[in-house]
């Protein structure tokens, strides 16, 4: 019973889980903003474009 209970204890890779777990959400939240702002996006970068070629 003595080791089954050190299995569980073991907790060495629960900070690089959490951390890897974070970094996935922080990664899936930042394309889906982009995937729905892409379009604003690259208009706005169009107008400055174009403002900027005009001076």
């Known amino acids: 019973m003595t080791s089954f209970n050190k299995v569980f204890k073991n907790e ?6 959490e951390y ?4 996935a959400l922080v990664a ?3 394309v889906a903003a982009l995937t729905l ?6 208009t706005i970068f169009g107008e ?3 403002d900027l070629g005009a001076a």
């Open 12 to 17: 060495k890779g629960q900070g690089l889980t």
């Open 20 to 23: 890897a777990l974070i970094i």
């Open 28 to 30: 899936i939240v930042a």
């Open 37 to 42: 702002l892409g379009g604003q996006i690259d």
């Open 48 to 50: 400055i474009t174009t």
